[in-house]
């Protein structure tokens, strides 16, 4: 569903007159914000398959500081491989990194440990690497990235639009004061419901993450 599309429903259901664009009318717009709030909550409410992407580091020997490209600082990591040398990286802390290279001579080598260091100019995230690439390895990072706010009316939602159709309309109903009939309350059970219900059924698609087992 685009940007214009999600407003445009969200309108329809407060009753209001629907827009050629979202930036047609200052009522629009602010829908438009509402639309983004809530694709944002409901991004940040589960793993989506559809957010699902794999990030790729080409290193250089010698060099251990590198940026995710395309990240935005808005990954949340699933499991990182040295493709290359077909191993499963594991996550150390910026101490454990500092101690490595900044108490000793680092060691070089086919990376294995990863950790985080900040953010390049781009916004995009730095991950720093060790042992210290002593050649050309392929560094995959799976992971989850959260989208942008839509801007254009033509962007695409990629997550379920029924969720954040209706808690768009609760938060709006909420924000100016009267629903027609409906309490901004019954909204946002409407939109918990929808909610729960896309989030039940994308996680049938990866049941080993919402399975426990206890030792």
Not at 179 to 191: D, H, L, P, R, V
Request: glycine share 6%; with cysteine.
């Amino acid at each position: 569903m685009t940007y214009l599309q999600l407003v445009n429903n969200v309108l329809r259901r407060l009753r209001e007159t629907e827009v050629t664009s979202v930036q047609s009318t200052s009522y629009s717009k602010l829908i438009g914000d509402i639309v983004n709030d809530a694709k944002n909550l409901v991004e940040n409410a589960w793993d989506w398959s559809g957010l699902r992407t794999t990030l790729t580091i080409t290193t250089t020997a010698d060099i251990f500081n590198y940026s995710l490209t395309g990240s935005q600082n808005s990954i949340k990591e699933l499991n990182v491989y040295n493709d290359t040398s077909n191993v499963v990286m594991d996550y150390q802390t910026a101490k454990w990194f500092d101690d490595q290279y900044m108490l000793q001579d680092p060691l070089s080598g086919s990376p294995r440990y990863y950790t985080y260091n900040g953010v390049d100019s781009g916004g995009d995230t730095l991950i720093d690497l060790y042992p210290k690439p002593d050649g050309v390895y392929t560094i995959r990072f799976n992971c989850v990235l959260r989208n942008p706010d839509l801007s254009a009316d033509d962007s695409q939602l990629i997550i379920p639009s029924m969720p954040v159709v209706h808690l768009a309309v609760a938060l709006a109903a909420r924000e100016r004061g009267e629903t027609g009939g409906t309490s901004a309350a019954e909204y946002f059970q409407i939109a918990n419901g929808y909610l729960s219900d896309a989030i039940a059924q994308d996680a049938s698609r990866h049941p080993e993450e919402v399975i426990f087992y206890t030792p």
